[in-house]
């Protein structure tokens, strides 16, 4: 009589589980199409569902089209011209180092979420269902038109590009293209068609979870974005490249996020009762913990042309340049208004962030997505020690110290692996610490989500007034530059460039680049805590709200802004906090319409500054080819004159043979 029940609530959590595992499996379907055939890994895949559920909503609620036809509509627009664009961007992408493809595809993320909520506003979109609600019931269960689509999608999806992968010649040439397209054309197959194939396919089956996802969530391309990101743990079961598991992963994990929540309501730790909606994170971190690392090897690696190191002024432009800031930032009450003196205090605090993420990424070449989640740590652990007693400058300390640990945490991907996948397991970590230690009572709370963060009196010094708050952040922020060119110059900082550029040929060299990597993060997390609890000092609060200060979808936003700002130790991160934070307060930058879309320029500029080289790289090989057929084109026309002996044609013709030889070697 046991097994009745016992298969009755199996039977309650297998339908809405495949369902989950559907949606899962398309999203990450279109992922693993595109990085497979291409080697890029799309961070803007959820950008683009939620702008195809944002097309199915214009037309379908606002133009008042019937569904199919606005489902059309939409796959056309974000779909199939969305691919086209993708192709385009991937193929100026083709060579660029892994630090500037996530930087490229992180800012078409994040131009589209800022689109989209400028345009749509932040509050949630509800839609009608518009697939068949009816159905038939398997136990107590009611089994829709609706599931039944989406898992009917999902499995024909995952036969349908099995076959092509295996049997046809173009999936075989999909597959080809991204280690050699030069190989590949050889063969007689243009690799411009097969990319433009594969991008395609992925972001069609973006737009289709998309508008799939619409009548179940409502659109919100926040909530869209984070369950894209979810199904990234899909694709890490399919080690980014198998599909069949892939799918196994996706119906493994649809049934984990089913089943769990039941078994999880009444638990009092946060974390077991926030464990249903991380399952897709936690798979995702211990796939790379745990996989071997020769079955998840970066794929178009050979073709990738050396990342560009961080870049110094000489000395004679250094020292005059800083002291010239010193005196800037000392001068700076005298001329600031005392209602934007604090503004300037919180840029302060994310320019030692920027300069933390820096350091990791220019000086090391490693990549974090997951950097506001140690400013966040640095923030609630210093309210939680002033709170107990501690003096300001041991609170910061301590709450430094804290954030090491996750530092090194995040590090333990990037031992084992490189390149995306250490962004990847970022990106996840981030979204992992939001959504289970913000929560907790080690950080913010359930309660009010929030901790007071007051700002000090040192010494007899009170720091409490916004010109006193301005002086401490500025001495902050100081220690913070001191200490990256102190990294820079020191034998840690040998290291961090000579891992950045082999970090095979500095294991030849006896170094241990396992430290390394450790020690760069655990000091990036460092100062990125101090920054995080200068930023908390100005509203003397620190807050773990969703889009909040701390939010994982901030971090996004840095790295493409630190980017266009340029390789600087110093001056970029001060220019991108400057760009962030402080240049709002002006005008024409302080309008509704800037604060709107400045995660489009954001992002924009975060794209023009990725494919730049490349652009650069083919108006000079343009230049170089016209080069090399200025002589054929001489001889073309010396040959044209009647009178003109052998003679004379010849010695025409090597000259400049050899003037274009010289030249391209050059």
Same mark, same amino acid.
């Given at each position: 009589?046991?097994?009745?029940?016992?298969?009755?609530?199996?039977?309650?959590?297998?339908?809405?589980?495949?369902?989950?595992?559907?949606?899962?499996?398309?999203?990450?379907?279109?992922?693993?199409?595109?990085?497979?055939?291409?080697?890029?890994?799309?961070?803007?895949?959820?950008?683009?569902?939620?702008?195809?559920?944002?097309?199915?909503?214009?037309?379908?609620?606002?133009?008042?089209?019937?569904?199919?036809?606005?489902?059309?509509?939409?796959?056309?627009?974000?779909?199939?011209?969305?691919?086209?664009?993708?192709?385009?961007?991937?193929?100026?992408?083709?060579? +660029? !180092?892994?630090?500037?493809?996530? &930087?490229? @595809?992180?800012? =078409? $993320? *994040?131009?589209?979420?800022?689109?989209?909520? %400028?345009?749509?506003?932040?509050?949630?979109?509800?839609?009608?269902?518009?697939?068949?609600?009816?159905?038939?019931?398997?136990?107590?269960?009611?089994?829709?038109?609706?599931?039944?689509?989406?898992?009917?999608?999902?499995?024909?999806?995952?036969?349908?590009?099995?076959?092509?992968?295996?049997?046809?010649?173009?999936?075989?040439?999909?597959?080809?293209?991204?280690?050699?397209?030069?190989?590949?054309?050889?063969?007689?197959?243009?690799?411009?068609?097969?990319?433009?194939?594969?991008?395609?396919?992925?972001?069609?089956?973006?737009?289709?979870?998309?508008?799939?996802? +619409? !009548?179940?969530?409502?659109?919100? &391309?926040? @909530?869209?974005? =984070? $369950? *894209?990101?979810?199904?990234?743990?899909?694709? %890490?079961?399919?080690?980014?490249?198998?599909?069949?598991?892939?799918?196994?992963?996706?119906?493994?994990?649809?049934?984990?996020?089913?089943?769990?929540?039941?078994?999880?309501?009444?638990?009092?730790?946060?974390?077991?009762?926030?464990?249903?909606?991380?399952?897709?994170?936690?798979?995702?971190?211990?796939?790379?913990?745990?996989?071997?690392?020769?079955?998840?090897?970066?794929?178009?690696?050979?073709?990738?042309?050396?990342?560009?190191?961080?870049?110094?002024?000489?000395?004679?432009?250094?020292?005059?340049?800083?002291?010239?800031?010193?005196?800037?930032?000392?001068?700076? !009450?005298?001329?600031?208004?005392?209602?934007?003196?604090?503004?300037?205090?919180?840029?302060?605090?994310?320019?030692?962030?920027?300069?933390?993420?820096?350091?990791?990424?220019?000086?090391?070449?490693?990549?974090?997505?997951?950097?506001?989640?140690?400013?966040?740590?640095?923030?609630?652990?210093?309210?939680?020690?002033?709170?107990?007693?501690?003096?300001?400058?041991?609170?910061?300390?301590?709450?430094?110290?804290?954030?090491?640990?996750?530092?090194?945490?995040?590090?333990?991907?990037?031992?084992?692996?490189?390149?995306?996948?250490?962004?990847?397991?970022?990106?996840?970590?981030?979204?992992?610490?939001?959504?289970?230690?913000?929560?907790?009572?080690?950080?913010?709370?359930?309660?009010?989500?929030?901790?007071?963060?007051?700002?000090?009196?040192?010494?007899?010094?009170?720091?409490?007034?916004?010109?006193?708050?301005?002086?401490?952040?500025?001495?902050?922020?100081?220690?913070?530059?001191?200490?990256?060119?102190?990294?820079?110059?020191?034998?840690?900082?040998?290291?961090?460039?000579?891992?950045?550029?082999?970090?095979?040929?500095?294991?030849?060299?006896?170094?241990?680049?396992?430290?390394?990597?450790?020690?760069?993060?655990?000091?990036?997390?460092?100062?990125?805590?101090?920054?995080?609890?200068?930023?908390?000092?100005?509203?003397?609060?620190?807050?773990?709200?969703?889009?909040?200060?701390?939010?994982?979808?901030?971090?996004?936003?840095?790295?493409?802004?630190?980017?266009?700002?340029?390789?600087?130790?110093?001056?970029?991160?001060?220019?991108?906090?400057?760009?962030?934070?402080?240049?709002?307060?002006?005008?024409?930058?302080?309008?509704?319409?800037?604060?709107?879309?400045?995660?489009?320029?954001?992002?924009?500029?975060?794209?023009?500054?990725?494919?730049?080289?490349?652009?650069?790289?083919?108006?000079?090989?343009?230049?170089?080819?016209?080069?090399?057929?200025?002589?054929?084109?001489?001889?073309?026309?010396?040959?044209?004159?009647?009178?003109?002996?052998?003679?004379?044609?010849?010695?025409?013709?090597?000259?400049?043979?050899?003037?274009?030889?010289?030249?391209?070697?050059?």
């Amino acid at each position: 009589m046991r097994d009745v029940p016992a298969v009755s609530e199996f039977l309650d959590y297998l339908v809405p589980g495949l369902t989950i595992g559907s949606i899962y499996a398309i999203i990450a379907l279109g992922l693993v199409i595109t990085y497979k055939t291409t080697g890029i890994f799309n961070f803007a895949h959820g950008g683009l569902a939620a702008t195809a559920a944002y097309m199915f909503h214009q037309f379908r609620v606002e133009q008042g089209l019937p569904w199919g036809w606005a489902f059309l509509f939409s796959l056309l627009l974000v779909g199939v011209l969305g691919g086209l664009i993708m192709e385009r961007l991937a193929a100026l992408l083709a060579q +660029a !180092p892994t630090v500037m493809v996530v &930087v490229a @595809t992180v800012g =078409l $993320l *994040v131009l589209l979420q800022s689109l989209m909520t %400028a345009i749509y506003g932040a509050a949630t979109l509800r839609d009608e269902p518009y697939l068949p609600s009816g159905g038939f019931r398997l136990g107590h269960v009611l089994v829709t038109g609706a599931d039944i689509i989406q898992i009917g999608v999902a499995l024909a999806a995952a036969i349908g590009l099995t076959y092509y992968f295996a049997r046809t010649r173009s999936g075989k040439a999909m597959t080809a293209i991204v280690d050699d397209p030069a190989l590949l054309s050889l063969q007689k197959t243009n690799p411009t068609f097969v990319r433009r194939q594969a991008w395609l396919l992925g972001s069609c089956f973006a737009a289709v979870s998309g508008m799939f996802l +619409a !009548p179940v969530l409502g659109i919100s &391309v926040n @909530t869209m974005i =984070l $369950l *894209v990101i979810a199904a990234y743990g899909a694709a %890490a079961v399919g080690r980014f490249e198998n599909l069949p598991l892939t799918i196994g992963g996706a119906v493994v994990i649809g049934l984990l996020v089913s089943y769990l929540p039941s078994q999880t309501r009444t638990a009092g730790s946060v974390f077991i009762s926030t464990l249903p909606q991380n399952i897709p994170f936690i798979v995702l971190f211990l796939v790379f913990v745990f996989t071997p690392a020769r079955l998840l090897t970066a794929r178009g690696v050979r073709n990738v042309r050396r990342m560009r190191p961080m870049r110094e002024f000489p000395r004679r432009v250094t020292v005059p340049g800083l002291g010239l800031l010193l005196a800037a930032g000392l001068a700076g !009450p005298l001329l600031i208004p005392e209602t934007d003196i604090l503004q300037y205090a919180s840029g302060f605090g994310y320019a030692m962030i920027f300069a933390s993420l820096g350091m990791l990424v220019w000086m090391s070449g490693q990549i974090s997505l997951c950097q506001m989640s140690f400013a966040a740590v640095g923030a609630a652990i210093t309210g939680h020690m002033l709170a107990h007693g501690q003096s300001w400058p041991v609170a910061v300390l301590i709450a430094g110290l804290v954030a090491v640990p996750f530092g090194a945490v995040v590090a333990i991907p990037a031992i084992r692996l490189s390149g995306i996948y250490v962004a990847v397991a970022t990106f996840g970590f981030g979204i992992v610490v939001q959504t289970v230690f913000f929560p907790s009572d080690l950080l913010f709370g359930q309660t009010t989500n929030s901790v007071e963060v007051p700002r000090p009196v040192i010494l007899g010094i009170n720091f409490t007034t916004p010109k006193g708050y301005y002086y401490l952040a500025l001495m902050s922020l100081a220690f913070v530059l001191a200490v990256v060119l102190l990294v820079r110059r020191s034998q840690l900082g040998k290291l961090l460039r000579a891992m950045s550029d082999s970090p095979v040929a500095l294991d030849a060299h006896g170094a241990n680049t396992t430290v390394t990597r450790v020690t760069v993060f655990c000091l990036a997390a460092f100062l990125a805590a101090l920054g995080g609890a200068t930023i908390a000092g100005v509203p003397e609060q620190a807050s773990g709200l969703v889009g909040g200060t701390y939010s994982f979808t901030v971090s996004l936003v840095l790295i493409p802004l630190l980017a266009v700002c340029g390789r600087r130790p110093v001056l970029s991160p001060l220019l991108a906090a400057a760009a962030y934070q402080v240049i709002r307060i002006y005008p024409p930058f302080d309008s509704r319409t800037y604060i709107d879309y400045q995660g489009v320029l954001f992002g924009a500029a975060a794209i023009l500054a990725a494919v730049w080289p490349a652009l650069n790289l083919r108006a000079v090989l343009g230049k170089r080819a016209n080069e090399r057929r200025g002589p054929a084109r001489l001889r073309a026309r010396i040959d044209e004159l009647p009178n003109a002996s052998a003679g004379l044609a010849q010695t025409a013709t090597e000259k400049p043979t050899l003037v274009g030889a010289g030249r391209s070697w050059s």
